[in-house]
């Protein structure tokens, strides 16, 4: 596939000077800035796919007349968290 080039991208001189501090041994300031934007894209996608799921579910709920307890929600939630900081250990 053929590459494309993104448009230039004036900044104050500060911020060009912090990007370049972070940067890890052998990383471009391009490297840096794609990597960036692909991040950020996909933040953007799950954020969006978040709130879609959201707005199905509360379609959902309404349409049924079937809710979950806010009690319930949150402590499977919470067990959730501590399973997921048990992996990161």
Known sequence: ???????SLRVE???RKAAEEVLQQGETLSSFIEASLRANIERRL?????IVRGLASGERARSTGEYEDAHVVMGQLQKMLIEAKKKVR
């Open 1 to 7: 596939m053929k590459s494309a080039s993104l448009p």
């Open 13 to 15: 001189p500060v911020l």
């Open 46 to 50: 799950s954020h969006k796919e978040f």
